[in-house]
């Protein structure tokens, strides 16, 4: 027994008649109707249903997408004219009439967000470790006992002023030999 295999093939659609159209009149709409939808203005006289709760999100979610959205940004995230009135007000202490160029000034704000973002960042990792999700002002402070580098004058003096009593005499003769 031979199985026979029938072939399908496509059938072409006839072409269908162009049919004719009707000229009709235009009739003008009545006062109020329109094809855009209006809004209904409320019954007052009948109880309304509730209104629709305002969707919200879950916290920080917002927070989570305009931190995304500052770092792909390339902009400056501080403002370039307080900036500037402030990198004036200070360099008034020390020279009363000095002027300064527009380039130097987007250097200097720019080398500043950059010490900003590296510190927190350092900060906010210290938070982490301590099991916290907010920056204390201890997670600031420790950041410039262990990066004296970045904070030569504030560390020693002002914040922790018994540092050296924490570093092993060894270290210290050994600085002393020098």
């Not at 009739?27 to 209006?38: E, I, L, T």
């Not at 904070?151 to 030999?177: C, E, Q, V």
Request: with cysteine.
């Amino acid at each position: 027994m031979s199985s026979t295999r029938s072939k399908h093939t496509a059938r072409k659609t006839p072409m269908r008649a162009k049919s004719k159209r009707t000229i009709t009149k235009k009739v003008p709409k009545k006062n109020g109707a329109s094809k855009k939808r209006r809004r209904r203005e409320p019954d007052l006289s009948s109880p309304s249903p509730l209104p629709k709760k305002k969707r919200r999100r879950r916290a920080g979610t917002i927070a989570l997408r305009e931190i995304r959205i500052q770092q792909k940004s390339i902009e400056c995230a501080i403002p370039r004219a307080p900036f500037s009135r402030v990198v004036r007000e200070v360099s008034m202490d020390y020279k009363p009439d000095l002027r300064w160029q527009k380039s130097a000034l987007n250097c200097l704000q720019l080398a500043t967000e950059q010490f900003l973002i590296d510190t927190l960042q350092d900060a906010n990792l210290l938070a982490i470790h301590a099991k916290r999700v907010t920056l204390q002002k201890k997670d600031m402070d420790l950041i410039r006992v262990l990066q004296p580098e970045k904070f030569p004058d504030s560390m020693h003096t002002r914040f922790y002023p018994n540092w050296h009593n924490h570093i092993p005499r060894a270290l210290l003769n050994r600085k002393g030999k020098k």
